[in-house]
């Protein structure tokens, strides 16, 4: 099969764009993007993912709004139309790569619609591969790049239209590739990867955009080599983060952020101070993540040549999440991604930050 892409000659194995070089299910591709307005009206994530060895793209979009979140599952046949970026009401249009893409969510059963173009100003910053074994076994091996910027646009939502402007509203983008764990579907005839447990601390993801610059840097106590990574994102230049200090606080039990400081060193001996005020939480669950379609089968898995699923939860309490029934849950995870304001350097921007509170002895299967 060919595809429009195949007309350029960038082909890095003897196959087509239409296949890859695995056949693992788990190999993906794709989106995932943060906005935010410092007002905290509104602040959501979404994601575009395609599965070419299951034929599937699938995406979702998470918005919060007035402490209620509204979720959109949304998955289609990937083929034939491959390098289309678009899955029932939800695209993503690239305008110019990697500075400017469009992201837009047109009618829908829950009633929220978006209409955002996204720019950066500042080069992406790649990570290197990164690939897991368990006793030989591979685990993952994927890539990234992230960028942030400004964004403009309209979302709509329970009845209201707001519109966001750049000075005001950013966006975070991380855009991956390879196999990750817990995607594709189940592996029913597969032995069972040993049990793991959690190195207790505290993880941090964070993509920030500021007047003057970006940034990214991760933290996990597991010791991952991708732990302790960071890179401050000018106009001209990239500057590796060598040092990152936190004074964060929680709401009461102590597993969501609600506030704090952290700051950053970098190689050029550069040293940025940011205070944090929180602005709302969302669970990428909404989104399909940790199983959480109706099915239970999680992301990559095909569903219908269309299909579209989702509901609204009421997310005001810092770790209870009650459903349109009226039910209170809870997940056995700590995930969550905080949207907050930050004041620094060059006046006022925001983040997307990742922050989890990893407790003694606690189990991971993701």
């Not at 000659?9 to 906005?35: K, L, R």
């Not at 991708?226 to 590796?240: C, K, Y």
């Not at 060598?242 to 952020?257: K, P």
Request: net charge negative.
């Amino acid at each position: 099969m060919l595809i429009g892409l195949d007309e350029y000659p960038f082909h890095q194995i003897a196959e087509s764009f239409a296949g890859a070089a695995t056949g693992d299910p788990s190999w993906n591709d794709g989106h995932y993007v943060g906005v935010a307005d410092h007002a905290g009206r509104v602040c959501l994530t979404a994601s575009l993912r395609l599965y070419p060895n299951n034929d599937v793209m699938d995406g979702f979009v998470c918005l919060r709004h007035g402490g209620r979140q509204y979720n959109l599952r949304v998955s289609r046949r990937l083929r034939p139309e491959l390098d289309m970026l678009r899955v029932g009401p939800l695209a993503i249009e690239i305008v110019e790569p990697l500075r400017e893409f469009r992201l837009t969510l047109g009618s829908n059963e829950l009633g929220i619609a978006l209409d955002l173009l996204c720019r950066s100003t500042t080069p992406p910053s790649r990570s290197p591969v990164e690939t897991t074994r368990v006793d030989g076994r591979l685990v993952s091996e994927r890539t990234t790049y992230e960028l942030t910027g400004t964004c403009s646009g309209t979302v709509e939502v329970a009845g209201e239209r707001y519109e966001l402007v750049r000075g005001s509203a950013d966006f975070f983008r991380n855009h991956s590739w390879g196999m990750h764990p817990g995607r594709g579907g189940p592996r029913p005839y597969a032995a069972p990867g040993a049990a793991k447990r959690r190195v207790p601390g505290v993880r941090q993801w964070v993509l920030f955009n500021m007047p003057d610059h970006g940034g990214h840097f991760f933290e996990d106590p597991s010791g991952r080599r991708a732990s302790g990574r960071g890179v401050i994102m000018l106009a001209d230049r990239l500057v590796e983060v060598t040092g990152v200090e936190h004074d964060l606080t929680f709401y009461d039990g102590g597993r969501r952020l609600s506030g704090g400081s952290f700051a950053l060193t970098d190689a050029e001996g550069g040293h940025r101070e940011y205070r944090i005020d929180d602005l709302g939480w969302i669970y990428c669950q909404g989104g399909g993540y940790f199983g959480g379609w109706d099915d239970g089968l999680g992301q990559g898995v095909y569903r219908g040549d269309d299909y579209l699923e989702g509901e609204v939860w009421d997310v005001s309490h810092p770790t209870v999440i009650v459903d349109a029934a009226g039910n209170e849950r809870t997940f056995d995870h700590d995930w969550a991604e905080s949207f907050v304001r930050l004041t620094g350097p060059g006046g006022t921007g925001s983040a997307h930050y990742e922050c989890v509170v990893i407790r003694e002895g606690e189990s991971w299967s993701g």
